[in-house]
């Protein structure tokens, strides 16, 4: 059975970091592309931050390039999202999603499972 469980959300003032965590469990972890998305409320589900676990290779979203690193433990089978210099627009639920093979996509569309959310506020 495939778990993805994130962890480390809550609220921070605006300037202020969070990490977040997950846990990927059931599926081959070592050649997978994990990716953080975040949701907020009226807003369509956007790409944050990928990597892709085989070559250590990342990606960002242009809105968080330069103050959010992904990395991952491959000994934890686990998915870091650092944040820094959070802003009040990076409120949202962020999610954690694994996408089984063929490299690393922002369509959210690609991939084939997704943790149950872990809240991010960010107070000004």
């Known amino acids: 059975q495939v778990k993805l469980v994130e962890s480390g959300g809550g609220s921070v003032q605006a300037g202020g970091s969070l990490r977040l965590s997950c846990a990927a469990s059931g599926f081959t972890y070592s050649s997978a592309c994990m990716g953080w998305f975040r949701q907020a409320p009226g807003k369509e589900r956007e790409g944050v931050a990928l990597i892709n676990t085989a070559y250590g290779s990342t990606a960002y979203a242009d809105s968080v390039k330069g103050r959010f690193r992904i990395s991952q433990d491959n000994a934890k089978n686990t998915v870091d999202l650092q944040m820094n210099s959070l802003k009040p627009e990076d409120t949202a639920m962020y999610y954690c999603?694994?996408?089984?093979?063929?490299?690393?996509?922002?369509?959210?569309?690609?991939?084939?499972?997704w943790g149950q959310g872990t809240q991010v506020t960010v107070s000004s």
């Open positions: 999603a694994a996408k089984k093979s063929g490299g690393c996509v922002w369509d959210k569309s690609g991939y084939n499972y």
